[in-house]
């Protein structure tokens, strides 16, 4: 991002429901500063018609429709990452006016310091609405499922091992009237529930085909269905982003942090930073692929092969390591175009040292 030391900046500290704005002079002392309502129409009375800014934001809940709007009217935004904001939520004066002059402070400085993000298209966060909107509902679902099962067992049952499509009819046909009385609302809704995460199902692979095509080569992954795809593209965005395929991984928290001083270097767990519901995505594909349905690969025969090793924890390691791999092999298969490949294109050069 080429730096305009001409360019007015401005930081804004963004609430739920007000943002406070710090506006800077080319040479760094303050031009103004007010509090503004987090809205469409009180975000343009202040910012439309106004010559061309530099404005940093942190990233949240408002933050997408904010930095559309505000690039629609002519305005440079630089999205900053909280994860490297430290001078923010370290400062022991930490303040809504001090958070927004610090932003603009260091956007003045260089943009690169706020480890800029980029948002999704409108478009884009439409359809990511629908994955999350979806997995709330799988959520649900399983609480319910594993309420009427807590239940069950209250009263000397047991409910039947099944899918959660079929339990709400298992569930009927094993119990009596007088035991269904108690959980009769319960099953009603978890039914009503299952229906509308299959209904989100059906949308949800209809969208991908539609809009994103990738997807359908990435699916031939084992483990990797049209929701598992999809929630990929929309938070990788662009394979151009990455200088190599391995850098994914790092990107969605599977690799280990690190925390080396001297002749010390503990083994940590993964960062999981990034996208949490992707990592998830990701490490339930791992756990099939190591299960017992999943198919016979390259892939599955490397994880088994790290789970063989013994110790402690070493099957959840492995399909940890198998998911971060999982997470190179898909943006390998996105860049060239192919699908998976059990054996010969599995893991290309750049792939090994995932």
Known sequence: MKQDSTMQVCGIDIGDRFCRVFVMKTDGTRED???????????????????????????????????????????EVVVANPRRLEAIWKNWKKSDDQDAECLARLVRVDPQLLKPVKHRSESEARHMAMVRSRAVLVA???????????????????????????????????????????????????????????????????????????????????????????????????????????????????????????????????????????????????????????????????GLALAGRGGKNAKKRAVVAVARKLSVVLLAMWRSGQDFDAWHQLVPEEVKAA
């Open 33 to 75: 500063a007010w509090r503004m309502p987090t809205t469409r129409k009180g975000l343009s009375k202040a910012f439309a018609g106004k010559e061309r800014m530099r404005i940093a934001l942190e990233v949240g809940t408002h933050s997408g429709w904010i930095c559309r709007d505000l690039e629609a009217m002519g305005h």
């Open 140 to 302: 649900t679902r399983t609480s319910l499922i594993n309420h009427v099962r807590s239940m069950l067992k209250t009263m000397g049952l047991r409910a039947p091992k099944c899918s959660s499509s079929a339990f709400v009819k298992r569930v009927n046909a094993t119990l009596g009237e007088a035991d269904l009385e108690a959980l009769k609302g319960v099953l009603s809704c978890l039914a009503e529930t299952d229906a509308r995460v299959r209904e989100y199902d059906r949308k949800l692979e209809e969208l991908a085909k539609a809009h994103y095509p990738e997807t359908t080569s990435l699916q031939t992954v084992p483990g990797v269905g049209p929701i598992t795809a999809l929630v990929f593209r929309l938070v990788v965005q662009s394979p151009e982003r990455f200088p190599d395929s391995r850098s994914v991984a790092a990107y969605l928290g599977l690799v280990p942090r690190r925390d080396q001083s001297g002749e010390r270097d503990p083994q940590l767990g993964i960062s999981k930073a990034g996208d949490d519901y992707l990592r998830t995505l990701l490490v339930q594909a791992g756990h099939y692929l190591l299960g017992p349905f999943g198919p016979d690969c390259r892939l599955r025969r490397w």
